[in-house]
């Protein structure tokens, strides 16, 4: 009878056991390991599995298989280097973009929010970011290779940061984009943000849960800081976007450059032949192009003020501006006597092309009526 009762009370000690192991022993406890773990903790002594061997030690959850994918970062931060350095040409050269897409992108391309700060071409910003990040992805790439894990560690984290930021700017853009040149088409800006977002995903996608939930809170720094940065380096340059934020009187700056050859010939020229020039006191694109005519020609310039009584909450363009063939949606604006728009900084060649070609036309229209 006690045998009987001894043989009945077996299937519970398993249980019984493994509630008095070791924790490390009690999570890997299974119903079919329920005699290994039980053997695990008769009086202290060693582990033995059911042949008498010792048993397994408790096995730990694997390490992740995740590697951030750095080669296809880098890849994408190249294409980033190249579309940034052309419009960073185009900038600096004072160069027709090509829209291929849209003939509407030179005005966004060449309008005051191309600048941070006033100042800074933020093509240029954009070139040293994505260089900078084909950098790091490059390091990674050969960390990985190398099977350095010391020196990839903190790589994972920068490649990460720089994505948020890039894509960050890309948002900020986007909404100005929406926001200020409603319908226009921007087939550069479109592609730097898809390859920004590609970015921070692609560095996202690299890293383990555990890593991305520690990540959390640096990675809504660098988005808040970002952010910012944008909002103070752009700010409201037609006025508009952040009005709020805008109390100017209007003073004119003083053209200081003297004209070079044959920039007084040309203002006149296109004075006479009704081109004008539209702009702002407070736009520096409209100021270099002056100071590209110099002082002597501004006597002949045909220039426009958009905003003769200052910049102020509530602001609206001139009557002469609001009524410019065409509208206007950037400054500088040239239009030429056929109604033709050049938008931003032209070269002298720029401009005595585009008027040799309006007054043909007109020519050749009053001949036609004759």
């Known amino acids: 009878m006690l045998a009987t009762s001894s043989a009945l009370a077996l299937p519970a000690a398993p249980a019984a056991a493994c509630r008095r192991a070791a924790p490390q022993q009690w999570a890997q406890c299974r119903p079919r390991r329920a005699l290994r773990c039980a053997a695990a903790s008769k009086e202290g002594g060693e582990a033995e599995g059911p042949s008498g061997r010792e048993a397994e030690p408790p096995s730990t959850l694997p390490p992740s298989n995740k590697?951030?994918?750095?080669r296809a970062i880098a890849a994408l931060a190249a294409a980033g280097v190249v579309d940034t350095a052309y419009l960073t040409a185009v900038k600096l050269l004072h160069l027709a973009p090509a829209c291929p897409l849209s003939g509407g992108c030179a005005d966004i391309l060449t309008s005051d929010y191309s600048n941070l700060f006033g100042t800074i071409p933020l093509a240029a910003v954009g070139l040293a970011a994505y260089a900078g990040m084909a950098a790091l992805a490059g390091r990674g790439a050969a960390a990985v290779a190398a099977g350095d894990d010391g020196a990839e560690a903190p790589l994972r984290?920068?490649?990460l940061a720089g994505g948020l930021a890039l894509a960050s700017c890309s948002a900020f853009l986007l909404y100005v984009l929406a926001t200020q040149f409603p319908g226009e088409l921007c087939p550069w800006c479109l592609?730097?943000?898809a390859l920004s977002f590609s970015i921070a995903g692609a560095a996202a996608s690299g890293l383990p849960r555990r890593e991305l939930e520690d990540a959390a809170a640096p990675g809504a720094g660098v988005v808040a800081t970002t952010l910012?940065?944008?909002f103070l380096g752009l700010g409201s340059p037609n006025g508009s976007?952040?009005?709020g934020g805008y109390d100017l009187d209007y003073v004119l700056p003083a053209v200081t450059t003297q004209s070079p050859p044959g920039a007084v010939g040309l203002a006149q020229r296109l004075r006479d032949g009704g081109a004008r020039m539209y702009g702002a006191f407070w736009c520096s694109h409209c100021y270099d192009q002056k100071q590209a005519f110099g002082a002597e020609a501004m006597a002949a310039f045909p220039y426009v003020e958009c905003y003769?009584?200052?910049?102020?909450?509530?602001?609206k363009l001139a009557e002469a501006c609001q009524a410019a063939p065409g509208g206007l949606t950037g400054f500088p604006t040239w239009i030429m006597p056929n109604g033709e728009q050049l938008v931003g900084e032209q070269s002298f060649a720029e401009l005595e092309a585009a008027l040799e070609k309006a007054l043909a036309a007109d020519a050749a229209a009053?001949?036609?009526a004759s």
């Open 241 to 243: 976007a952040f009005a």
């Open 67 to 70: 590697h951030v994918p750095y």
């Open 157 to 159: 984290t920068a490649v």
């Open 228 to 230: 910012l940065l944008m």
């Open 191 to 193: 592609g730097s943000a």
């Open 308 to 315: 003769p009584e200052g910049l102020h909450k509530d602001t």
């Open 366 to 368: 009053a001949a036609t």
